[in-house]
């Protein structure tokens, strides 16, 4: 008998172990599209399940790829850039040309412009080790420029076989869910949600030449704010819509606090403004620097939140990194939550997150 798949998540589908992976009770197989448990209460009730699966088991489905003759179709998040770039791609994929998309461009200001932020992303790969054979914008979500992308995909395709590849939580899923509803017409055939790692095995989807898209789990990034907050305060630090740019003016040793979750600290430059780019919904509380230490203390897990103090039980200490800004317009970015843009140069600042969580200083997005 040939082994049943789920067409939502790829996993291999069984009917003996409840909470085994891949689980669908015997009554689904008769259906023409086989659904497991999992991804049917994702779809259904929003609800998610742990997976079973370790970073080795993901590796060792990219290390497959890298023995392939195909297109590498990388997906990114526009929003959290560095906290969603695959760190050493390159020596997964072999000689296989790169095709890189930055997804969620609706999130950002619509005063940014297009051409500008290709060329952004075309410097930022360069840096990160990377040249993709070319650069795309999407909005998976809002469906957004997928028509181009399509094209892309077929022109340097070649008549071969493309896989997707991305970090959990970049809209992989349902960037491809797209594709197909523009190929074929098709609805949401692929379980997407905003809770990371919900592809658990290759899932082939057949193109018109014989040759397949394969959408890929998505890797986990340790060092991203998601797998730092419960699924309540993902969603409240997730964008759902554009973000509105938030600017303080700061005297010198003044201190914002980013919720719970991490901390900016202007120490020296004179009086200036920042810029704050982060969740609408993220509530951003401005202090005396010196009174910092004392406020988060007390005041995490309820004044400043998230997390609410449940959730501050478990949250790791914040670590401190310290940045002198030498040339103008750069983004401090606190990975998976946003960033915040020092317009002049010669500013002494400092970041705090969660320990585990990457911050670095880089070019200007916007």
């Avoid at 669908?24 to 049917?40: H, M």
Wanted: glycine letters at 8%.
């Amino acid at each position: 008998m040939n082994e049943l798949q789920c067409v939502g998540c790829g996993v291999a589908i069984q009917t003996t172990d409840k909470e085994g992976l891949g689980y669908a009770p015997p009554s689904s197989l008769e259906k023409e599209k086989i659904i497991c448990q999992r991804c049917f209460k994702l779809k259904h009730y929003n609800e998610v399940q742990d997976v079973s699966l370790t970073d080795d088991d993901f590796l060792k489905i990219l290390n497959e790829i890298g023995r392939t003759d195909s297109l590498i179709v990388k997906i990114v998040d526009i929003f959290d850039f560095n906290g969603s770039w695959l760190p050493g791609l390159h020596r997964f994929v072999g000689n296989n040309p790169i095709l890189l998309i930055g997804n969620k461009v609706d999130l950002l200001p619509k005063s940014v412009k297009p051409a500008k932020l290709i060329q952004w992303m075309k410097h930022e790969a360069k840096e990160l080790g990377m040249k993709p054979i070319d650069v795309q914008l999407v909005s998976a979500g809002k469906g957004h420029f997928i028509k181009e992308a399509v094209d892309a995909i077929e022109q340097y395709r070649n008549g071969k076989d493309v896989y997707v590849v991305g970090c959990t939580n970049v809209g992989k899923s349902t960037f491809i869910n797209r594709i197909i509803k523009e190929v074929a017409g098709e609805e949401d055939v692929i379980t997407t949600s905003h809770f990371p790692g919900t592809t658990l095995d290759m899932i082939e989807i057949p193109l018109d030449d014989g040759h397949d898209l394969i959408d890929t789990p998505g890797i986990i990034n340790h060092h991203q704010m998601a797998h730092f907050v419960d699924k309540t305060d993902l969603k409240i630090i997730t964008p759902k819509k554009e973000i509105k740019p938030r600017v303080f003016q700061l005297n010198e040793e003044q201190t914002l606090f980013f919720g719970g979750l991490g901390r900016f600290d202007y120490i020296s430059g004179g009086r200036r403004s920042f810029t704050c780019y982060l969740s609408n919904e993220l509530n951003i509380h401005r202090t005396k620097l010196e009174n910092a230490d004392d406020l988060y203390e007390k005041h995490a897990g309820d004044m400043l939140q998230p997390p609410d103090k449940e959730g501050m039980d478990e949250f790791p200490e914040l670590i401190r990194y310290e940045f002198s800004v030498k040339e103008g317009k750069m983004d401090v970015v606190f990975s998976g939550l946003g960033w915040v843009t020092i317009n002049e140069p010669g500013a002494r600042v400092a970041a705090h997150v969660p320990k585990g969580v990457q911050v670095l200083l880089r070019k200007s997005l916007i």
